[in-house]
């Protein structure tokens, strides 16, 4: 377990650097991308805490996205409210959103979590949808960005807000790793893997699941408002269940309960988007083909097929060395 801790962390490490190479050698489309897979990242983590660690498949987690992107418009270009402020009033306004709805939905499990966190998300969308006061589907336009020039930086140029979002993921990646290295994270996994012997040990599970629902959605609103800023637009798109199952399955290709697989999974759906829609019109169907064939492969994602790499070639190491030590005996 603890070399596969050590790899998880080189992979992050590596994951990391390839994000800065990126940024060092991308133009103007480039940062754009960098700047998509940043936030998209953050929102497969924030839905990793719930799906991998803790067993609670969400299809309305793109709801709590769009509520921070919203609510970031709202305080922002309505409201006049600095963006400072704003993104702080937005994170905590989803976060007390979910942990209102958490404690409605984490009242069941399985396939009834998820087709009620389905319905509770499109619910979102049609009221998003429908209400011309937010723009309706029309969306919203002319939202500011951080201001940070009080220290020198410029998020209104690509290059610097793409770094910025690195850097910030890169953060937010050891606090919620820090996290999960807890007593606190430690009962997650242990919901995860066995609620009904948990919740007969004393411990009260429902209480924990919502509030991991309300951390991650508080999450996921945060990484709302940084959405809003990339584009300076937003839309109901941004709550469609539809987006949902697209970051689940980032979570999925990448490798759900490792922490780091969602961000490499959102690194290579949206590479993969990008690149293949420039070779062909059916992209979507060899990008499907693709996921199927890491899925099928037996294998946590993209993570699972690497640890196991590293565990052959580790276990191999180790057969090899008494052989060594056996020869050069015989040698002496």
Known sequence: MRNLINFRSLLAALTLGALLISWLNAGYFGMEILAEIAILALLAMSLDLLAGYTGLVSLGHAALFGCGAYAFAVFTAFWGWPPSLSMAAATLLTGLIALIVGSVVTRVQGIFFIMITLAIGEMGYELVFKTRALGGDDGLA???????????????????????????????????????????????????????????????????????????????????????????????????????????????????????????????????????????????????????????????????????????????????????????????
């Open 142 to 332: 002319g939202i500011p960005r951080l201001d940070l020039s009080a220290i020198g930086v410029n998020l209104n140029d690509p290059d610097v807000f793409a770094l910025f979002l690195v850097l910030l993921v890169a953060v937010c990646y050891l606090l919620l790793k820090r996290l999960l290295g807890s007593p606190y994270g430690a009962v997650l996994v242990g919901l995860h893997d066995n609620a009904a012997r948990m919740r007969a040990l004393g411990l009260p599970v429902q209480r924990y699941q919502t509030s991991i629902f309300a951390f991650s959605g508080a999450i996921a609103g945060f990484a709302g408002t940084l959405s809003a800023q990339h584009t300076m637009f937003i839309s109901p798109q941004l709550l469609h269940w539809t987006t949902s199952g697209e970051v689940l399955v980032m979570g999925i290709l990448g490798g759900l309960g490792t922490l780091i697989g969602p961000v490499i999974g959102a690194a290579l759906i949206t590479l993969l988007r990008h690149e293949l829609s420039d070779l062909t019109d059916y992209w979507g169907l060899w990008l499907g083909v693709f996921l199927i064939l890491a899925v099928m492969g037996g294998k946590n994602g993209v993570v699972g097929w690497l640890e196991a790499g590293w565990q052959l070639i580790a276990r191999r190491s180790r057969e090899t060395k008494p052989s060594d030590r056996s020869a050069n005996d015989a040698a002496g």
